[in-house]
């Protein structure tokens, strides 16, 4: 599959501090892509970056075959994109910005009907935005990042003061974007909604790139156990002990899932030591363990 976007080993600095060291990461068509990591990581600096927001020392962005910088912006003309708080314009009526922004070309009324009723944001639309509340800006604000239909969307924080209904009715609208062919990259500190999005995601952490990987990579390296009840904990933990076979918490004979086959051993084991198996529980990291788990293992020093 082909990237829609790459991004070379990209330097920014604000004044002396450097924000994004060597940053690099693709994002391939028709992808969903998760950016994170903690705050003040260089997210939304990417994210500005990739949007030709301002100038950087070094390095290359490509979106679709075409460079974009702080003074190219043509390659831009097909993403859409929300970026930290919804440019909004108080004495607009929501009605009246998504008309403003509407590519008059392309766009006809009935997108601008679809994307009201899909973000459920009608009974509101036609009042004077500064009357919004949080949720209702961002849920506009995601509204005109989508109107025109872009191959590439960038959202920083979608979900953002969304209620859960509006994360729902968001999360079902990403998908079904993406299923027709448009690519996404989200950043979001809601790893249990992201998780439910995302193909991948990009960590960053202290401006560097920690790690890039498919969801499905991520959880089956860093997040399977199995967790023993035995007739003999005590002594199961003596024997585990002596075979070297590392027990993952104190409380707990949670072991690393490593093979298929690891339980047979393990029972055979136990067994040979007249220890019976009473409950085997499988457990599975979710995204926020896993990410802790990698920012842990991988931090990066200043
Ligand atoms: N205009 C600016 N001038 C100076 N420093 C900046 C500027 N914008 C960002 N920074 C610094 O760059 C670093 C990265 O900020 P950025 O907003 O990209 O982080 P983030 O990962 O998006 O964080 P969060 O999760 O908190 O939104 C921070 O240390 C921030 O203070």
Same mark, same amino acid.
């Given at each position: 599959m082909s990237d829609i976007l790459t991004v070379e080993k990209l330097n920014k600095s604000f004044g002396k501090k450097k924000?994004?060291?060597d940053v690099s990461f693709n994002v391939q068509a028709g992808k969903i892509v998760g950016l994170v990591g903690p705050n003040g990581a260089g997210k939304t600096t990417i994210m500005k970056a990739i949007l030709g927001l301002f100038e950087f020392q070094s390095g290359k962005i490509v979106i679709n075959g075409r460079e974009v910088s702080s003074v190219n912006h @043509?390659?831009?003309?097909e993403v859409g994109a929300l970026i930290e708080y919804p440019g909004i314009y108080?004495?607009?009526t929501g009605m009246q910005h998504l008309e403003l922004f509407? +590519? =008059?070309? /392309? /766009?006809?009324k009935e997108d601008i009907q679809n994307i009201i009723e899909k973000l459920n944001?009608?009974? *509101?639309? =036609?009042?004077? &935005?500064? &009357? *919004?509340s949080l949720g209702m800006k961002q849920k506009l604000g995601i509204a005109l990042a989508l109107l025109n239909k872009p191959k590439f969307v960038i959202l920083d924080?979608?979900? =953002?003061?969304? +209620?859960p209904k509006a994360t729902k009715e968001l999360r079902n609208l990403i998908l079904e974007l993406a299923k027709e062919g448009t690519t996404f990259l989200i950043s979001s500190h809601i790893l249990s909604e992201l998780e439910k999005l995302v193909d991948e995601i990009v960590v960053i952490d202290n401006g560097k790139i920690v790690k890039q990987t498919s969801m499905e990579a991520l959880s089956d390296s860093n997040g399977n156990y199995l967790v023993l009840t035995t007739s003999d904990d005590e002594k199961a933990r003596k024997v585990f002990a002596t075979e070297g076979i590392k027990l993952e918490k104190a409380d707990q004979i949670k072991i690393r899932k490593t093979s298929d086959n690891q339980l047979t051993g393990l029972i055979q084991l136990l067994s040979s030591h @007249?220890? +019976?198996?009473?409950d085997v529980q499988h457990e599975h990291n979710d995204l926020e363990t896993s990410l802790l788990d990698l920012l842990d293992n991988d931090q990066v020093k200043e």
């Open positions: 924000v994004l060291k @043509q390659a831009l003309s108080p004495f607009l509407a +590519d =008059n070309e /392309t /766009t006809r944001i009608g009974s *509101y639309i =036609n009042r004077k &935005a500064k &009357a *919004y924080e979608p979900m =953002n003061g969304l +209620d @007249q220890i +019976d198996i009473v």
